[in-house]
């Protein structure tokens, strides 16, 4: 299988919250992140949590982490419209790489 | 925060031709950079790594002599396509290091026609 695995499409109402997921394989992950891509452009980073953290929360989003089971998760409050773009997990480890890997993504789809 | 510009946004050229894609870190020193490619649907392919000064780093499967890489300086790299195919258009998407962080481009849509 993947090194990062996300389902590939959620859709969610408008105001809803939205829970996006993630699974990881690499024990040795040291970085944990969330990417946001809109149509036709680049990576945003949204957030990221280091592996020593449980949850992590900024404004809208809140990152849950179980390193146990290797599951990521964000979830965004009161889902707008606008939020509606492709969202990327990735992980890396720590030391001198760089170069996260980054799973599928999942389509994230806001219905007025 | 840090901010990576790239450009063009968007290329159509003609097959057989060359492309050159810039990528510039605009408020920080980036000795690193790196290049993905995203197919439709896909996750970004790392292509490869670019560091300031010295060769750049291909990933396994990477024509290096089709994908030229430049880091000639500490705020810019360029990926040129040599001999462009139909099969080369692609989304190409740049990241720069700054600090534990990489930080992305626009990405540059590519049409080969």
């Known amino acids: 299988g993947e090194d990062v695995e996300q389902s590939l499409f959620l859709s969610v109402r408008e105001g809803d919250s939205s829970v996006i997921n993630c699974t990881y394989t690499?024990?040795?992950?040291?970085?944990l992140y969330w990417y946001k891509q809109e149509p036709g452009a680049g990576l945003q980073l949204l957030t990221y949590?280091?592996?020593?953290?449980d949850m992590k929360q900024d404004q809208r989003l809140t990152v849950l982490l179980n390193k146990k089971d290797k599951h990521l998760s964000l979830r965004i409050a009161d889902t707008q419209t606008g939020d509606s773009a492709i969202y990327f997990c990735?992980?890396?480890?720590?030391?001198?790489?760089?170069?996260?890997?980054f799973g599928r993504g999942t389509s994230l789809i806001v219905h007025p | 925060g840090a901010v990576v510009s790239q450009h063009p946004s968007r290329v159509i050229c003609k097959s057989g031709t060359s492309v050159k894609i810039e990528c510039r870190s605009l408020?920080?020193?980036?000795?690193?950079m790196f290049w993905y490619r995203q197919f439709p649907k896909q996750s970004l392919m790392l292509m490869a790594t670019?560091?300031?000064?010295?060769?750049?780093?291909?990933e396994q499967g990477v024509e290096k002599d089709k994908f030229l890489i430049n880091h000639a300086s500490l705020t810019l790299s360029t990926l040129t396509v040599t001999s462009a195919h139909p099969e080369d258009s692609s989304f190409y998407i740049c990241?720069?290091?700054?600090?534990?962080?990489?930080?992305f481009g626009q990405g540059t849509r590519l049409t080969v026609v």
């Open positions: 990241s720069a290091r700054f600090g534990q962080e990489a930080f």
């Open positions: 690499d024990s040795s992950s040291t970085y």
């Open positions: 949590i280091f592996s020593n953290m």
């Open positions: 990735a992980e890396r480890t720590g030391g001198g790489s760089y170069i996260p890997t």
């Open positions: 408020d920080f020193q980036a000795t690193t």
């Open positions: 670019s560091n300031e000064g010295s060769k750049a780093t291909y």
